[in-house]
């Protein structure tokens, strides 16, 4: 069966110290893998997604995400944190024929002290 | 250009009640999913709906349905309402055949009492 797995709740960091957020995955194909934030009150915000190719995404708000089929994994990464990012973090995976289908992790919340 | 709405922001309502909620996409974009969030929890897929009809569902029992009108603006009904239907349920909208992902609404946000 396809599922996401967040192994870390709650992760408390430092501004300005770095960050890295586990997302482990159970998929029978390549996966389609997605990164989003939920801040309080809002909806879901594309950080990044990987689909194919480099290995190594690219998102915004200076987050990046490595894709390790070995591991299975897609952990999310920022060299260093600032207060604004405190917030909810999932991670999705995805099939080709609907990248609109997500299965999703439970989620991270990201706290930030100054 | 006004990103996908939702309506409304919050709902109160009593078991075995019905609820009807509300979506407009993306401007530009006739796809429209449903997911439901429970409180701790990530989203789960409950169905997508594409030139009017319901295209794939997730595995949510038929007490929840749904409707696109021509405008592609969406409702998501659910019937007979129980208090673990509470949730914020989270519309998303995209183009089909287009490489850019889905938008997602901000939500709403029902307690079942």
């Known amino acids: 069966a396809q599922s996401v797995t967040q192994p870390d709740i709650h992760i408390t960091v430092s501004e300005g110290a770095s960050l890295e957020l586990r997302c482990n995955y159970s998929y029978g194909a390549t996966p389609y893998l997605f990164w989003y934030v939920q801040s309080p009150g809002q909806g879901l915000q594309l950080l990044l997604k990987y689909f194919s190719g480099d290995t190594l995404v690219q998102g915004i708000k200076g987050f990046e995400a490595e894709f390790k089929r070995s591991q299975s994994s897609f952990n999310l990464r920022k060299p260093s944190v600032h207060w604004s990012d405190a917030a909810e973090y999932f991670c999705a995976v995805g099939n080709p024929w609907n990248t609109d289908k997500l299965i999703f992790g439970t989620g991270t919340r990201l706290q930030v002290f100054p | 250009d006004a990103g996908v709405t939702q309506s409304p922001t919050h709902l109160i309502k009593t078991r075995g009640q019905q609820v009807t909620l509300r979506c407009s996409p993306k401007?530009?974009?006739?796809?429209v999913s449903w997911y439901q969030q429970a409180l701790g929890q990530g989203p789960q897929f409950i169905f997508q709906?594409?030139?009017?009809?319901?295209?794939q569902r997730g595995n949510f029992p038929d007490r929840f349905s749904g409707h696109q009108f021509p405008n592609y603006s969406s409702e998501l009904n659910v019937n007979a309402l129980l208090l673990g239907d509470s949730a914020l349920y989270l519309c998303a909208s995209s183009l089909e055949g287009s490489t850019d992902t889905q938008y997602f609404g901000p939500g709403t946000r029902l307690t079942v009492l």
């Open positions: 709906y594409y030139e009017e009809e319901e295209r």
């Open positions: 401007s530009g974009h006739d796809t």
